[in-house]
C-alpha cells in the first residue's frame, strides 16, 4: 500500500472510530473533519543579477512543475442550510524539487522552496445533489532553501490566493460525511532581494495549483 493509500486508510479508521462519540456540549451546525490531497503545482522563477563592475544585468528564468500529497484539517459551521464557512489548514509542509542551474562561468545554484502554514478560510455553497461550489483565500509562506555559487541569500516571503473547486458529498445517518472535492488556486506574484547582495532578485509568478481530495468528517 502506497503512502497516499495508507494516510487515507488511517484518517477513516480514525473518524469511523470517532462517528460513535456524541457530546452534549456539541454545537449544532458545525463540522469537523480531516482530508488527504493529490496536488500538482507550476510557476515560473526568475533570478536578476546586475553586475555591479559593467553594470550587465544577468536573468535566468526557468519554468517548473511537481506535484505532491498532504493531508489536510478543517472546521466549518452552517451559516444556513445553503452556505458553510470553514478554515483548512495543512498538516505536512511541500516542498518544492531541488532545481540546479550551471552557469557558463561553472558556478553552480541549487534551490528550493518549502510551503509552510497553508491555510484556506472558504465558503461551500451547497447546490442540488449533494454537491457544493467552493471559494477560498488562501495563505501561505514561502520559505526559500538555497545553496548560490553567486553568493545570493534571499529571505523567506508570503503570498495569499484564490481557490476554487467543486465537489460531492455522501452523508451518513450518524452526522458521518464523505466528500469528494476537485480545486484549482491561483497564488499572487512574490519577489525577495538577496539580502547579502541588493543587486540580486528572484521572482515567482505565474503560479498555480490543481488538486483533488478526499475529505471525512462528521457534522453536529
Same mark, same amino acid.
Given at each position: 500500500?502506497?503512502?497516499?493509500?495508507?494516510?487515507?486508510? %488511517?484518517?477513516? $479508521?480514525?473518524?469511523?472510530?470517532?462517528?460513535? *462519540?456524541?457530546?452534549?456540549?456539541? #454545537?449544532?451546525?458545525?463540522?469537523?473533519?480531516?482530508?488527504?490531497?493529490?496536488?500538482?503545482?507550476?510557476?515560473?522563477?526568475?533570478?536578476?543579477?546586475?553586475?555591479?563592475?559593467?553594470? %550587465?544585468? !544577468?536573468?535566468?528564468?526557468?519554468?517548473?512543475?511537481?506535484?505532491?500529497?498532504?493531508?489536510?484539517?478543517?472546521? /466549518?459551521?452552517?451559516?444556513?442550510?445553503? %452556505?458553510? #464557512?470553514?478554515?483548512?489548514?495543512?498538516?505536512?509542509?511541500?516542498?518544492?524539487?531541488?532545481?540546479?542551474?550551471?552557469?557558463?562561468?561553472?558556478?553552480?545554484?541549487?534551490?528550493?522552496?518549502?510551503?509552510?502554514?497553508?491555510?484556506?478560510?472558504?465558503?461551500?455553497?451547497?447546490?442540488?445533489?449533494? !454537491?457544493?461550489?467552493?471559494?477560498?483565500?488562501?495563505?501561505?509562506? *514561502?520559505?526559500?532553501?538555497?545553496?548560490?555559487?553567486?553568493?545570493?541569500?534571499?529571505?523567506? %516571503?508570503?503570498?495569499?490566493?484564490? !481557490?476554487?473547486?467543486?465537489?460531492?458529498?455522501?452523508?451518513?445517518?450518524?452526522?458521518?460525511?464523505?466528500?469528494?472535492?476537485?480545486?484549482?488556486? /491561483?497564488?499572487?506574484? #512574490?519577489?525577495? !532581494?538577496?539580502?547579502?547582495?541588493?543587486?540580486?532578485? *528572484?521572482? #515567482?509568478?505565474?503560479?498555480?495549483?490543481?488538486?483533488?481530495?478526499?475529505? $471525512?468528517?462528521?457534522?453536529?
Amino acid at each position: 500500500m502506497n503512502k497516499f493509500k495508507t494516510k487515507i486508510a %488511517v484518517l477513516a $479508521i480514525g473518524f469511523l472510530s470517532f462517528a460513535g *462519540v456524541q457530546s452534549a456540549s456539541a #454545537v449544532e451546525g458545525l463540522s469537523i473533519g480531516a482530508a488527504m490531497n493529490y496536488s500538482g503545482f507550476m510557476a515560473r522563477g526568475k533570478e536578476a543579477a546586475t553586475s555591479s563592475g559593467n553594470n %550587465v544585468k !544577468t536573468i535566468t528564468e526557468e519554468d517548473g512543475a511537481f506535484d505532491a500529497d498532504y493531508a489536510s484539517v478543517f472546521v /466549518e459551521y452552517a451559516v444556513s442550510d445553503v %452556505v458553510s #464557512v470553514g478554515l483548512e489548514r495543512h498538516i505536512d509542509d511541500i516542498t518544492t524539487p531541488t532545481n540546479t542551474n550551471t552557469r557558463p562561468d561553472g558556478t553552480a545554484n541549487s534551490v528550493k522552496a518549502t510551503f509552510k502554514d497553508h491555510t484556506t478560510l472558504y465558503a461551500n455553497i451547497n447546490m442540488p445533489f449533494n !454537491t457544493y461550489f467552493k471559494l477560498g483565500l488562501s495563505m501561505v509562506d *514561502v520559505a526559500t532553501q538555497e545553496s548560490l555559487g553567486t553568493g545570493g541569500q534571499y529571505p523567506d %516571503v508570503d503570498t495569499t490566493g484564490i !481557490t476554487v473547486g467543486l465537489g460531492y458529498q455522501f452523508n451518513a445517518d450518524n452526522g458521518m460525511f464523505i466528500r469528494t472535492e476537485l480545486s484549482a488556486a /491561483e497564488y499572487d506574484d #512574490v519577489s525577495a !532581494t538577496s539580502s547579502n547582495d541588493t543587486e540580486k532578485e *528572484v521572482s #515567482v509568478s505565474d503560479m498555480y495549483g490543481a488538486s483533488a481530495s478526499i475529505k $471525512i468528517g462528521k457534522s453536529f
